[in-house]
């Protein structure tokens, strides 16, 4: 009878075989006298009865089902384990570490953007984080009718209404969109909201939203890069003297470059001569000018007539 008694029970436990699992249910099995039920780290056990919440085990550890757990059950605590009485219950296994998921936007989305009167198509790329918040609220709307529910639901869930959120909260007034990164921070924060108020629904929490790019269409990415490298150059003038003093100096330490390295030292001698000989003709036009100038009608020193000498008759300043 001994021996009998133990081939009857059973081990009510959750080895999590499978990553991304928010809850697991344990059911269509007996529960046997002998039975133990066994906690792991980062699970509550809910145990169920007639689909009613009888008790919540959060502590880890082994538990004796009929010394342990039944005495503490609401309404099962006179129910006594026979031969020919196996308990039917339910045990729902809690997930309650949180979780990280990547996710993508299935299509290009269009947004209004100044001058594409057809909108700009872009995608978006990130992660969000989730965990169990409720267990009524988990185990009214989800386990009731599921044997388990994965990172993969909740995904699906979040990903049918992103397109919507993306659309609302990057099409803010103001927001520039050709830099939507910029924006990416307040973008998520206003997203994580609406996801989290919908998800709690269900008895889980969304606790973090982050974008971390937005892809544009090629069209837009060469016309970016255009943009930032007029952007860099500046002056153009500035920008041929690094370059040019940039292969100097490369051409420098590398040997059998200095056929190069002479080429771009001509060119360097030959714009700085240009510019020498520019600043000799500015001053030579500046000299001319003021030999050539004619005198003042009054002298600007005492104010007498100068009659258009050079030197002024009264007080003898010199005029040109």
């Not at 006298?33 to 085990?57: H, M, T």
Request: some cysteine.
């Amino acid at each position: 009878m001994g021996l009998f008694s133990r081939e009857l029970a059973n081990v009510v436990e959750w080895k999590e075989d499978r990553e991304g699992v928010l809850f697991w249910k344990w059911q269509n099995q007996e529960i046997k006298k002998g039975s133990k039920l066994i906690v792991r780290p980062g699970q509550d056990a809910i145990f169920l009865y007639n689909g009613r919440v009888e008790g919540i085990f959060e502590s880890e550890g082994q538990f004796d089902m009929e010394s342990d757990i039944i005495p503490f059950l609401s309404t099962l605590k006179s129910f006594k384990f026979g031969f020919n009485t196996p308990l039917r219950a339910e045990v729902l296994f809690i997930n309650t570490k949180e979780m990280i998921v990547k996710w993508g936007t299935k299509n290009a989305i269009n947004l209004q953007a100044p001058g594409l009167p057809g909108g700009m198509p872009i995608r978006a790329f990130g992660t969000f984080s989730c965990k169990i918040a409720e267990h009524d609220v988990l185990i009214d709307k989800l386990a009731g009718i599921k044997q388990i529910y994965t990172v993969d639901d909740v995904k699906e869930r979040i990903i049918s209404n992103l397109d919507q959120l993306l659309m609302v909260w990057v099409g803010k007034e103001g927001r520039d969109m050709f830099n939507l990164q910029m924006d990416a921070r307040s973008i998520s924060k206003g997203i994580m909201g609406d996801l989290d108020m919908d998800m709690r629904k269900l008895g889980i929490a969304i606790t973090d939203f982050n974008i971390e790019s937005f892809s544009y269409p090629e069209e837009i990415k060469k016309m970016q890069e255009k943009a930032a490298a007029q952007s860099m150059i500046g002056d153009m003038n500035k920008y041929q003297q690094v370059a040019m003093a940039d292969s100097m100096q490369k051409g420098g330490t590398r040997s059998g470059s200095s056929v190069a390295s002479d080429m771009v030292s001509l060119q360097m001698g030959m714009a700085m001569g240009q510019q020498m000989v520019q600043q000799m003709q500015n001053n030579n036009t500046n000299t001319m000018a003021g030999a050539t100038g004619t005198a003042p009608k009054f002298c600007p020193n005492c104010g007498t007539p100068t009659n258009g000498s050079n030197f002024c008759g009264n007080c003898g300043n010199k005029l040109v």
